[in-house]
């Protein structure tokens, strides 16, 4: 199932990616921007939902690779999946875990980023996250974003989401 989603064994390796055969689901260590680790996100195999533990404040997925300002730009997705499958083509991503809050908006303030790239769905949520986003780091980071086709999102165009067109 991993395979089928478009995970590597290389980013199996890096982002410690595992499976719960207890819960048949793929699990995801989120760590702070120290590499804390805070807690275990869950995709299960059957169902289309991620599950996080009740009350768990959601930080920025892969938010610790930037501090060390190795990547001048990033791209911000919704979902885990949608940022591996950018980690997969070579381009630096975060994920906000759904459509993002002011905390996490503050987290992606202090990092070492230059730009961002918002690549949150094409529907309504993915929509208003991005706008919030724009609201909320404007004047601190240069931001654009892609332009995806409604009804798709970064892990569903795969490799063809870089051939996305990036607009201001």
Not at 66 to 88: H, M, P, Q, R
Not at 119 to 138: E, N, S, V, Y
């Amino acid at each position: 199932y991993m395979y089928q989603r478009g995970l590597t064994d290389e980013l199996i390796e890096e982002f410690d990616i595992g499976f719960d055969g207890n819960t048949q689901c793929i699990t995801f260590p989120v760590f702070d921007i120290n590499k804390n680790p805070l807690f275990i996100a869950r995709r299960s195999v059957k169902y289309k939902f991620f599950n996080y533990p009740e009350g768990a404040e959601k930080p920025v997925y892969a938010a610790h690779k930037f501090v060390d300002g190795s990547y001048s730009e990033a791209i911000i997705c919704e979902s885990i999946l949608n940022t591996l499958t950018c980690w997969k083509y070579g381009r630096p991503s975060t994920a906000l875990i759904g459509t993002g809050t002011d905390s996490q908006s503050e987290i992606l303030k202090k990092l070492p980023v230059r730009k961002y790239i918002l690549a949150t769905d094409p529907d309504k949520a993915g929509r208003r996250a991005a706008q919030r986003f724009i609201k909320a780091l404007g004047e601190s980071k240069l931001i654009t974003q892609l332009v995806i086709p409604e009804g798709e999102d970064i892990n569903s165009l795969d490799s063809r989401f870089l051939d996305l067109v990036e607009v201001f």
